[in-house]
């Protein structure tokens, strides 16, 4: 099962037959997670899987199968999808082909374990794919198939762990699980927490992560290419969510003691009181106006031009500074008072250098 889910993206799943070998006349059994309506993953390749494929989707062939297991009515169309993608520039060695491990023995000896498949020599079944062998644990490949589409890692939502724990609260891996999420999308403060969690139910399986984000606040900061949701930010600006989290840390500490030794726990109530301090001073009448400014470092985006780098740290800068906006307007300050601007890198607090990086991501007020 696919664990993670994207967010702010609809999922579906369309059967292309509900079949055996007892009522073909049904189609041989296969279905296609779609998002936003449009094919992700095809879970089964039997004979007439193909022809239902095409059809509901414009002719086109899926670029990822999932194979259940090796009975002939949900592999028997491998070898029509193999004919039909290796004379096409755009597909061949393209499809990606997840295959429970144990399985990939077999799925070679009945599809792929013999010569002269075409005429043409030297062609190998396993040419036109990229076979992916997975575990039981499938929803680990998810960055495989969001890389087919585009999809960043920041974007996965962690839903299903949420789901698993309104089953089961005390379900440790499910806390894990959500804390590596929220980690790979630098929601740091939402993370902490969660791996808070697991640690509280006698789970040690994060516990140096814990101790570095309580190293110098770490859990408090944001890297180079994220802004903090509303949720993180409530978690770091309301007294309460602060309380229950440095309890959480008092309770992990005694269960484990090479957990942040020299951490003075009053310490995680210190972004509490400074916020607390802000939105009561801008809430004062004397205040007219308030500037609030977002700046990012100079490290640049991976994989881009300079010309889309410098959009892309504006719009980050501006992302940052309407995050903090937004959560003083929740606590009372008028909105009509606030503008927001982004200044991406051209106003760094300490230079360009490295050493100067955290200083320089940050967001300023200002008021007249």
């Known amino acids: 099962m696919l664990k993670p889910e994207i967010q702010a993206s609809l999922f579906a799943i369309r059967f292309l037959g509900v079949g055996n070998s007892h009522a073909l006349e049904l189609g041989t059994s296969s279905c296609v ?15 007439s899987t ?26 028997g169309g491998l070898e029509n999808l193999f004919y039909q993608s290796y004379f096409k520039e755009n597909y061949i060695g393209k499809i990606k082909l997840f295959v429970p491990v144990k399985l990939v023995e077999i799925l070679h000896k009945r599809m792929a374990d013999y010569s002269g498949i075409l005429a043409e020599g030297g062609v190998n079944f396993w040419d036109n794919f990229q076979l992916i062998p997975v ?27 949420q789901r698993a724990l309104q089953i089961n609260p005390d379900y440790d891996e499910a806390w894990v699980g ?10 740091f403060p939402l993370s902490f927490d969660a791996y808070l969690n697991a640690c509280t139910r006698d789970s040690p399986a994060r516990n140096q992560r814990i101790t570095e984000l309580l190293d110098k606040n770490n ?36 269960r484990y003691r090479n957990v942040a030794p020299t951490l003075v726990p009053d310490s995680l109530l210190n972004t509490f009181v400074v916020f607390r301090n802000i939105h009561f001073t801008l809430r004062k009448k004397g205040v ?20 889309e780098n410098n959009i892309r740290q504006l719009k980050l800068s501006q992302q940052r500074a309407a995050s903090v906006a937004d959560a ?4 009372g300050v008028p909105i009509n008072r606030m503008t927001t601007k982004g200044y991406g890198y051209n106003k760094p607090a300490q230079g360009y250098t490295k050493a100067a990086w955290d200083k320089n991501r940050r967001v300023e007020i200002e008021v007249e």
Not at 178 to 187: S, W
Request: net charge positive; with cysteine; proline share 4%.
């Open 219 to 254: 859990y408090r900061t944001v890297d180079g290419k994220n802004v903090l949701t509303q949720e993180s930010l409530n978690l770091l600006y309301d007294k309460q969510y602060l309380e229950k989290l440095r309890e959480k840390v008092t309770d992990c500490r005694s």
């Open 50 to 75: 193909l022809a239902a494929y095409t059809r509901i989707y414009s002719n086109s062939l899926p670029l990822a199968i999932f194979i259940t297991h090796t009975h002939l009515d949900h592999i």
């Open 288 to 307: 007219k106006s308030i500037q609030v400014s977002g700046h990012t470092d100079i490290q640049p985006f991976k994989g881009v031009s300079r010309g």
């Open 178 to 187: 959500m804390g590596d999420v929220y980690y790979k999308q630098g929601q």
């Open 135 to 161: 575990s039981d644990h499938f929803g680990r490949t998810r960055q495989c198939l969001c890389s087919q589409k585009g999809i960043n890692s920041t974007s996965i939502k962690p839903l299903p762990y």
């Open 328 to 331: 003083l307007a929740k606590r």
């Open 33 to 47: 997670l779609e998002q936003n309506h449009e094919p992700l993953l095809l879970i089964d390749c039997g004979f």
